[in-house]
């Protein structure tokens, strides 16, 4: 069965959390000198903040003790000098665990990204590419909120409570266990909360968005809503949603409400038991009032660390959720390649189609079908055309002639070597595709040309323009080479862009160009110049052209005519016209029309 006949497997994956962690886990081990020094740095921010509890008790104790005044200044400086040295340490705790986490989270987005570039065109057919936009997109930026917000306070207040309860251990263990009384309680609490707020913030969400929604196309859809008198209804249908999102609201606030008078049910119940602990220890000598008093200082301490953990544990659980999605997208297996030197290397620059079999579902045939596949070879230098209605399989069949999609059945060979058999490097060396979907990258034109050949100087820059027309307008710009293009640039046309990406052809010089519609939108106005450029681009190539425009068939060497992913014509132009078949329908369909006289070009010679 063919690797496009598996859906099941071509949904992008989230990882377990066992994967999970041990991919946190590796991450750590390969930083471990950074996330020592942030471990070190929180326990001595959280050690220096249990400190001046601990001066306070033996404040209490010397003052009831009639102390003369001299005697509490060593008391103060050991406060202040732990306050400073406390707000140092956990600033620089806060601070390299952010660092330690950005260079995690780049690494993490690096390769989701790199992975993600090398996933097949069927993986993300299946998946949706909203997915994958969604994970390299929202859930990073979950994931990087969460480290530069949430991550440096849990720590912090895992450490401060994790310290503080042993603080109070440490001076006697009957107090230590008396404050652990709150821990099943704060457990108890958050096991009632969490089941409850997930549905309803989900709820709150989706009923925000669909009251949004309803005003956008309400606004939208002014016109309409006049014409039909329909102004009522739609400004009940809003006010109604509107409602909804605003009861859905209250029933949030009130169960936050509800949750956070379970926490301070807790926290009176740990601190009354420490205070009756206390009191029994005080009288029976265990223990002075100053210790009691430290230790409960120490309880009410963590008051606010213990409720912004248990407040920020749902982000957390959506910061986890964002890793595992990602850790999912890294972890794919792929094809390990072998040695360089074990691999196949092209004999010349032909490319053909061996019985190709495609389907996307793996029941509905794209190419080829129970009489047979499709079968085509392009000799080197020469330059065929497919031609064909929508949807006859043109596309499909030059992503896998580029070997960006593998046949069900059948095979693509690149200079009589299979596609699978090449090293990803080597395939881009000998064979490059050009989509209508041409991007123009942000930054100095020059480096968006480099791309395709990082060492050209601007000589050669300037011959691949000159080689696809595009050199006048590129001198016209404000700063010539150098002008920054792309987004936040000056906007280029689509025609200016698609020269662009012409010129980098002309620059990567692969012996085979495949073409889909790469001149497809520039529309009929620019149509005759870029015509002109890919002729020039692909001049002396050997060239598979998904032709948009009937005239690139005629100047190519030879038609391919698909329709419903079978070949039923191929041969010169002027053969497959004079024989009247389906080519020679279209030829007159595209000669009829207005657009035939707005970008017909001469032929080559």
């Keep these: 069965m063919s690797a496009a006949a598996s859906p099941p497997d071509r949904i992008l994956p989230v990882a377990p959390p066992r994967r999970t962690w041990a991919w946190l886990g590796a991450e750590l081990r390969a930083r471990w000198p950074l996330a020592a020094a942030a471990l070190l740095a929180g326990v001595l921010g959280a050690a220096a903040s249990v400190v001046p509890v601990y001066a306070l008790g033996v404040l209490v104790d010397r003052v009831r003790e009639h102390a003369p005044p001299s005697a509490l200044a060593g008391i103060a400086v050991v406060i202040v000098v732990a306050a400073v040295a406390g707000g140092i340490a956990t600033g620089v705790s806060a601070y390299l665990i952010g660092r330690l986490g950005a260079g995690i989270l780049a690494a993490l987005r690096e390769r989701t990204v790199a992975r993600a570039l090398r996933l097949p065109v069927t993986t993300l057919e299946w998946a949706g590419r909203g997915d994958l936009l969604s994970r390299v997109g929202s859930d990073t930026a979950a994931i990087g909120k969460a480290i530069g917000e949430v991550v440096p306070m849990v720590v912090s207040a895992l450490l401060l409570a994790a310290l503080s309860l042993a603080a109070m251990a440490g001076i006697d263990w009957r107090l230590g266990l008396a404050g652990a009384v709150s821990v099943p309680l704060y457990a108890l609490a958050l096991r009632w909360y969490l089941p409850r707020a997930a549905p309803e913030y989900a709820r709150q969400r989706r009923a925000a968005a669909e009251a949004s929604q309803r005003l956008v196309e309400t606004v939208q859809g002014a016109r309409t809503v006049r014409a039909y008198r329909m102004e009522q209804r739609r400004l009940d249908a809003i006010g109604a949603a509107s409602g909804l999102a605003r009861d859905i609201e209250v029933a949030v606030f009130v169960l936050v409400t509800r949750f956070t008078g379970r926490v301070n049910r807790a926290e009176f119940l740990g601190l009354a038991a420490i205070l009756t602990a206390g009191f029994l220890l005080v009288r ?9 008093a430290a230790a409960a200082v120490l309880f009410h301490r963590l008051f606010n660390p213990v409720t912004m953990l248990l407040f920020t544990f749902d982000e957390m659980q959506a910061a986890g959720a964002s890793l595992a999605r990602l850790v999912g997208i890294i972890t794919l ?12 290397v092209p004999a010349d620059a032909s490319l053909e189609l061996r019985d190709v079999h495609f389907s996307y579902d793996g029941v509905t045939p794209v190419l080829g079908g129970p009489d ?8 080197p230098g020469t330059r065929v055309a497919l031609v064909g209605s929508t949807g006859a399989g043109k596309t499909t069949l030059a992503a896998i002639a580029a070997g960006i999609l593998t046949p069900g059945s059948g095979t693509a060979l690149v200079g009589g070597v299979p596609v699978h058999e090449l090293l990803p490097e080597r395939l881009r060396a000998h064979v490059a595709i050009l989509t ?16 395709a050949k990082p060492g050209a100087t601007p000589e050669e820059i300037a011959a691949a323009l000159e080689t ?3 050199a ?6 404000p700063d010539g080479l150098d002008t920054v293009v792309g987004e936040g640039g000056h906007e280029l046309t689509a025609a200016q862009a698609q020269q662009l990406a012409l010129a980098r052809l002309v620059l990567a010089d692969p012996p085979i160009a495949i073409l889909d519609e790469a001149t497809a939108e520039a529309g009929s106005l620019g149509a005759r110049v870029l015509e002109r450029a890919a002729a020039a681009a692909t001049a002396g190539r050997t060239t598979l052209i998904v032709a948009h425009r009937l005239t690139q068939a005629a100047s190519a060497d030879r038609v391919v005519v698909l329709e419903r992913g079978r070949i039923v014509e191929e041969g010169p132009h002027d053969e497959l016209v004079a024989a009247g078949g389906r080519y020679a329908e279209l030829w007159r369909s595209w000669a009829a029309s207005p657009r035939f006289h707005a970008t017909k070009v001469e032929q080559p010679d």
Aim: charged content about 25%; aromatic content about 4%.
């Design 284 to 292: 029976s000598g265990a223990v002075t009032v100053g210790e009691t």
């Design 333 to 344: 297996p792929g094809d390990a390649p072998a040695a360089g030197a074990d691999r196949p």
């Design 372 to 379: 047979g596949g499709v079968s085509l070879r392009v000799e």
């Design 436 to 451: 209508q979907e041409t991007h123009v990258f942000a930054g100095p034109l020059i480096e968006d040309l480099r791309l």
């Design 468 to 470: 696809v027309g595009a």
């Design 472 to 477: 006048e307008w590129v001198r016209d710009l």
